[in-house]
C-alpha cells in the first residue's frame, strides 16, 4: 500500500453561485440517513420512466443476491432515448462526435433514437432476443454506443470487450459469455492512424468453440479486411434494411443488462454481471448528483474508453438517461498534439470534465503552456476516477485547468458497484485535495481492520460497503461461489472492496491502494497472477512473479521476475521477446515495463512468492525485510541481478 496522503488543511468551498444552484445540498444526505430504503425508492421513481411501478424497494432474504425494484417493469434504453424525445428534447445533441483525424458529427436524441430502433431491428434479424449476450468489440465511436442500447433495448445483456484487448482475451471472454452474435469494426483511428479490430475478431473465433454465428462489422477506417460470407455482415448494409420504428419492450428491473470483465486476484476475469432498474437508478443519480448536471446547458465530457466501466456508466447508461449532451472522442489526448483535449473542450463547450489520474499527471509532465493556449472558461466542474489521486495533481488539475473555479470531484467506485459510490457532492461542501471525502447519499461503507473493527482517525485499514446498493454486482457470470468468495467472505454479511483506505481527523476518507494481487496501472485493473501465467506460458519461462511498482506516471508499472527454464541460455533480446508476448498475448496495456531475468525468487517456506520484496526492489528501495524467506541470501542474488540488467 502507498500511502501518499498527507494531513492538509486546505480545503475548497464550491463559489456562491455553484452551491445556490447546486442539484444536491446537505439535507439530501439527512433525506436518505433517516430513510435509506425509502431515499432510493425515491430516486428510483423519479429519476426513471417505469412501465410497471415496483411494490418493493429491496430484496435482500438471499443475501449476498440482493433485487432492487424487483416487481417493476422498465426498458432500459427507452429510458436513455425515447423518454427524452417524448418530453420534446429530440432536438437535444446527445453525442458531439469527435473522430481522431478530425472528423465530427452532431447526433440529437431524435437521431439516436432511431439509429437504435435501426440496430434493435438489426439484431432481431440475427435472431437475437431477451437474454442472448452479443459481445461488442469496437473504437470509441457512436455505432458503439448504439449497439450497446441496441443490445439493452432487446434486454439482451453485451459484453463489450475494450478494443485493446487481444484475441485470446477476446476468445476467452467470448466463451465465457457464450455470445453467438459480435458487433466490431474494420478498425479505430489510434496515434494518427488506423489500428486494426477485425482480424483479432476472426482470429478468436478461429481458435475454436465458441459459438458465434454472425460477426457484424462496422466500417470506420476503410482497412481491408477478410471477409467470411458465413457469418460477416457490414453494418451499413444490415442497418439500411431496417425500419426505425421498434417499440421498447419493458423487463423486469433485474433482467440482465451487461456484462463486464474485470481483473481479479487469480489469473481468471470475473464476468461482472449488471442488471437493469438498479444500475440506472444509481447511474442517474451519479450524474445529477456528483456532476451536478444541468442535462439543459451542460456539455459533458467522459474521456473513458467505453471498454471500461467507467465507459458503460458515465458516457452510455449515466449520461444518456439523464438526457445529457456529451462529447465522445475517439483517439488520444497527444494526436495530433498534446493540446488536442483542450482544443476539444473548447471547440464544444464543455463544462463538466471527467478523466483520471494517470492523465492528469501526463498533462501536468507536457506543461502548464499546453493548456494554457486554449479557453477554457465553459468548464464549472472537473472529475477523476481510476486511482487515488495525489494532492499535487488535484491541485494542478483544479488550478491549471479549472482556473482555480471548478470544484474537483474524486469518484470512488469499481467495475463491481456500478456507479459512484464515494465522492463529495459538490455543492454541498468543500472539497479536499487527495481525498474522496464522503459516501454518496444512501450509500454505506467503513473502514475496517483485519477484523471488521471500524476504525476511526488516521488509523490505515480495509474498505467495505456494510449495505446493499442499487447498482451493486449481481454476481460473477456463471459463478455464484465465486461472487461469494471474492466479496462477501472476509466480513460476514458485508461487501469487501480491496482496497485500503482511511478516515482523516475531519472524517474523510483517503484510498491508499489495493490490498490485494490487483494491480492499478493508468486507471486499468491488471491481475498479477494473469501476467505470470502469460509470462510461464511463454516456452523459455519457468517461473515468474510480477509486482506493481509506483510509478510516477501510470500510478503503478508492471514489473517483472523471471526465470529461465533449465538450457535456455540468455540473450539480450529476451526481456524485449517476453514484453511483446505479454503484450500480443493480454493486451498492450498489460505489457510490463520490465522483466528481469532472474535465477531465483525470494519464497517463503512453504513456497509463497513474496511479492512485497520485489516490489522494494522494483522501487528502488533496496532490499527489505527477508527475514520469512527460505533462504535469506536470495536477495542479494536477485538484487545485482536486477542492477545488472
Ligand atoms: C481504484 C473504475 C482511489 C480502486 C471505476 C478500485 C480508486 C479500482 C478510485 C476499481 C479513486 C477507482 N480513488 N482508488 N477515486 N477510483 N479506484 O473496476 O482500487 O476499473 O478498487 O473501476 O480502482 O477499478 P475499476
Request: proline share 6%; glycine share 10%; hydrophobic share 40%.
Amino acid at each position: 500500500m502507498t500511502d501518499h496522503t498527507e494531513s492538509t488543511s486546505t480545503t475548497y468551498a464550491p463559489p456562491e453561485e455553484f452551491a445556490a444552484h447546486a442539484n444536491v445540498t446537505a439535507a439530501e444526505y439527512e433525506r436518505a440517513d433517516e430513510d435509506r430504503l425509502g431515499f432510493w425508492a425515491d430516486k428510483a421513481r423519479s429519476l426513471l420512466d417505469w412501465e410497471t411501478d415496483f411494490t418493493e424497494t429491496l430484496d435482500w432474504t438471499n443475501p449476498p443476491f440482493a433485487r432492487w425494484f424487483s416487481d417493476g417493469r422498465l426498458n432500459v434504453a427507452a429510458n436513455c432515448l425515447d423518454r427524452h424525445v417524448e418530453a420534446g428534447n429530440g432536438d437535444r445533441i446527445a453525442i458531439h462526435f469527435e473522430g481522431e483525424p478530425g472528423d465530427s458529427r452532431g447526433i440529437t436524441y431524435a437521431e439516436l433514437t432511431a439509429e437504435v430502433k435501426k440496430a434493435a431491428n438489426a439484431l432481431i434479424s440475427l435472431g437475437v432476443s431477451q437474454g442472448d449476450r452479443v459481445a461488442i468489440y469496437m473504437p470509441m465511436i457512436p455505432e458503439t454506443v448504439i449497439a450497446m442500447l441496441a443490445c439493452a433495448r432487446l434486454g439482451a445483456p453485451h459484453s463489450v470487450v475494450f478494443g485493446g484487448f487481444s484475441s485470446d482475451a477476446l476468445h476467452s471472454r467470448i466463451l465465457d459469455a457464450e455470445a453467438r452474435v459480435v458487433i466490431t469494426a474494420d478498425g479505430g483511428f489510434r496515434r494518427g492512424k488506423p489500428s486494426s479490430l477485425k482480424p483479432a475478431v476472426d482470429a478468436a473465433i478461429e481458435k475454436g468453440g465458441t459459438p458465434v454465428e454472425h460477426v457484424v462489422v462496422v466500417e470506420r477506417t476503410g482497412q481491408d479486411v477478410e471477409w467470411f460470407d458465413d457469418r460477416d455482415v457490414a453494418w451499413a448494409d444490415l442497418m439500411g434494411e431496417q425500419p426505425d420504428e421498434h417499440t421498447a419492450e419493458a423487463f423486469e428491473a433485474e433482467n440482465p443488462l451487461y456484462v463486464l470483465y474485470t481483473s481479479g486476484t487469480t489469473g481468471k476475469p470475473k464476468g461482472i454481471l449488471h442488471t437493469s432498474g438498479g444500475y440506472l437508478t444509481q447511474a442517474t443519480y451519479s450524474v445529477f448528483a456528483t456532476f451536478d448536471l444541468k442535462p439543459e446547458k451542460d456539455v459533458f465530457w467522459c474521456t473513458a474508453d467505453v471498454g471500461w466501466v467507467t465507459g458503460h456508466t458515465f458516457i452510455v447508461y449515466g449520461p444518456l438517461s439523464a438526457g445529457a449532451t456529451q462529447v465522445i472522442y475517439e483517439g488520444t489526448p497527444d494526436t495530433p498534439d498534446t493540446g488536442r483535449w483542450w482544443d476539444i473542450v473548447q471547440k464544444y463547450g464543455v463544462t463538466i470534465l471527467y478523466t483520471a489520474p494517470t492523465a492528469i499527471r501526463t498533462c501536468m509532465k507536457w506543461g502548464d503552456e499546453i493548456p494554457g493556449q486554449y479557453d477554457l472558461s465553459s468548464l464549472r466542474l472537473l472529475g477523476t476516477v481510476g486511482e487515488p489521486i495525489n494532492p499535487e495533481a488535484w491541485t494542478w488539475y483544479r488550478s491549471v485547468i479549472g482556473k482555480d473555479r471548478c470544484p474537483v470531484v474524486d469518484t470512488w467506485w469499481q467495475t463491481e458497484t456500478g456507479a459512484h459510490m464515494i465522492a463529495p457532492m459538490p455543492g454541498a461542501m468543500a472539497t479536499k485535495p487527495g481525498s474522496s471525502q464522503r459516501p454518496l447519499p444512501g450509500i454505506s461503507v467503513k473502514v475496517v481492520d483485519d477484523e471488521g473493527n471500524p476504525l476511526k482517525n488516521d488509523e490505515p485499514g480495509l474498505l467495505v460497503i456494510d449495505e446493499p446498493w442499487p447498482a451493486m454486482l449481481r454476481g460473477v457470470y456463471g459463478d455464484p461461489e465465486r461472487y461469494k468468495d471474492t466479496y462477501w467472505s472476509r466480513f460476514e454479511g458485508i461487501y469487501f472492496a480491496g482496497d485500503g483506505a482511511k478516515y482523516d481527523e475531519d472524517g474523510d476518507i483517503w484510498f491508499l491502494g489495493r490490498v490485494d494481487d490487483v494491480m492499478n496501472v493508468s486507471g486499468h485493473r491488471l491481475s498479477t497472477t494473469e501476467i505470470e501465467s502469460s509470462l510461464v506460458a511463454h516456452d523459455i519461462v519457468a517461473e515468474a512473479a510480477v509486482v506493481g511498482a509506483a510509478d510516477a506516471t501510470s500510478g503503478q508499472a508492471v514489473v517483472a521476475f523471471a526465470i529461465l527454464r533449465g538450457g535456455v541460455e540468455r540473450t539480450d533480446d529476451m526481456e524485449e521477446t517476453l514484453r511483446a508476448h505479454v503484450g500480443s498475448d493480454i493486451g498492450p496495456i498489460a505489457k510490463p515495463k520490465r522483466v528481469h531475468i532472474v535465477d531465483e525468487l525470494p519464497k517463503t517456506r512453504s513456497g509463497k512468492i513474496v511479492r512485497r520484496l520485489l516490489k522494494d526492489l522494483a522501487e528502488d528501495k533496496g532490499v527489505g525485510d527477508s527475514s520469512t524467506l527460505a533462504d535469506a541470501s536470495v536477495m542479494d542474488v536477485i538484487s545485482k541481478q536486477v542492477q545488472g540488467s
